[in-house]
Nanobody, 121 residues
């Protein structure tokens, strides 16, 4: 079994910063693209940022210049550094990854359980 576990959410004032982490565990052969998505109340889940296994990144226009995605392949972990947070960034943030297990050698898409980020004064 493979699991993604997020941490680092919380309450922050506008203009503040948070760092989210997501660690993959289990019988992992390889991790390919990893990413962060978010879902605000009453809205659809949307892409925030993704990073490939070789470090190429892509961001939603709404977070470019404020958020930075990175990964530590040795720790099977992806991070999201969020700066200058605004109330519109309030959402549940979900980690996502394409992971190949040791056996069977199939690549499956996994989701974490989500972590709440609230930006409010």
């Amino acid at each position: 079994q493979v699991q993604l576990v997020e941490s680092g959410g919380g309450l922050v004032q506008p203009g503040g910063s948070l760092r989210l982490s997501c660690a993959a565990s289990g019988s992992i052969f390889s991790i390919y693209t990893m990413g962060w998505y978010r879902q605000a109340p009453g809205k659809q889940r949307e892409l925030v940022a993704i990073i490939t296994s070789v470090g190429s990144t892509n961001y939603a226009d709404s977070v470019k210049g404020r958020f930075t995605i990175s990964r530590d392949n040795a720790k099977n972990t992806v991070y999201l550094e969020m700066n200058n947070l605004q109330p519109e960034d309030t959402a549940v943030y979900y980690c996502n990854a394409d992971i190949a297990q040791v056996f069977p050698r199939l690549t499956t898409n996994y989701w974490g359980q989500g972590t709440q980020v609230t930006v409010s004064s």
